[in-house]
């Protein structure tokens, strides 16, 4: 069974911190290198940052220095610890399966993430 349980998202002001949880199903999980995206009004998808099954970490520019993935292999838990929020950070934030957005066919609900200025 495909699925995908994004949590943690909240309202927070500019500057703050907001860590968020994805749990994953096996067939997702298991050997994939899994990936945080997130979604704002009117804009496209985009692949905020990703993370081997080995560790190996990347990250769009707007959030390197910022922004921390990281995975749980026993739990099929993948993270994202956000610092120093700005208002462009504002989405819906999704996690999946590593690759492009047009590629992936079943998304969770996401989790919405709002950053007052």
């Known amino acids: 069974q495909v699925q995908l349980v994004e949590s943690g998202g909240g309202l927070v002001q500019a500057g703050g911190s907001l860590g968020l949880s994805c749990a994953a199903s096996?067939?997702?999980?298991?050997?994939?290198?899994m990936a945080w995206y997130r979604q704002a009004p009117g804009k496209q998808r985009e692949l905020v940052a990703q993370i081997t099954s080995g560790g190996n970490t990347n990250y769009a520019d707007s959030v390197k220095g910022r922004f921390t993935i990281s995975r749980d292999n026993a739990k099929y838990l993948v993270y994202l610890q956000m610092n120093s929020l700005k208002p462009e950070d504002t989405a819906v934030y999704y996690c999946n399966r590593a690759g492009p957005v047009s590629s992936i066919l079943f998304w969770g609900q996401g989790t919405q993430v709002t950053v007052s200025s």
């Open positions: 096996t067939s997702i999980f298991r050997r994939n290198t």
